[in-house]
């Protein structure tokens, strides 16, 4: 689903509540890069609209704890679009800037699952 530019601002705080700590893939797709690899199962934190020096920006929030959360701009921002997989919130959120880099932000699961199973997934490896 598309989503119209004036509903970006309250699309991004009702996806940061509801998400906020969800474990995702980050990936930045680029013409002139390739593919690279931002975030690997990382939490979630948020999504804000900014003005960066007289540019709009998209400003996405990830990381393990206040003291080492990251930021990734994403200037100029002109589509954003939300797919979603199967049942419940999970899915992916695909950002498109105006030299046509894309941001795919994949929702994968809530952090506290990850926390719950990471004892019994070390105990049997």
Same mark, same amino acid.
């Given at each position: 689903?598309?989503?119209?530019?004036?509903?970006?601002?309250?699309?991004?705080?009702?996806?940061?509540?509801?998400?906020?700590?969800?474990?995702?893939?980050?990936?930045?797709?680029?013409?002139?890069?390739?593919?690279?690899?931002?975030?690997?199962?990382?939490?979630?934190?948020?999504?804000?609209?900014?003005?960066?020096?007289?540019?709009?920006?998209?400003?996405?929030?990830?990381?393990?704890? =206040?003291?080492?959360?990251?930021?990734?701009?994403?200037?100029?921002?002109?589509?954003?679009?939300?797919?979603?997989?199967?049942?419940?919130?999970?899915?992916?959120?695909?950002?498109?800037?105006?030299?046509?880099?894309?941001?795919?932000?994949?929702?994968?699961?809530?952090?506290?699952?990850?926390?719950?199973?990471? =004892?019994?997934?070390?105990?049997?490896?």
């Amino acid at each position: 689903m598309e989503l119209e530019k004036s509903d970006w601002k309250r699309f991004f705080d009702d996806l940061s509540h509801e998400m906020d700590n969800w474990e995702t893939t980050i990936h930045v797709l680029s013409g002139d890069r390739g593919a690279q690899v931002l975030s690997d199962r990382l939490p979630f934190h948020g999504l804000t609209i900014e003005d960066v020096g007289g540019l709009e920006a998209i400003g996405l929030l990830y990381g393990f704890g =206040p003291s080492a959360h990251k930021k990734h701009s994403i200037f100029k921002p002109t589509k954003v679009v939300f797919a979603e997989r199967g049942r419940g919130p999970a899915g992916t959120l695909d950002i498109e800037d105006a030299t046509g880099t894309t941001t795919l932000i994949t929702f994968i699961q809530p952090h506290n699952e990850i926390m719950q199973r990471a =004892p019994t997934d070390l105990a049997t490896r």
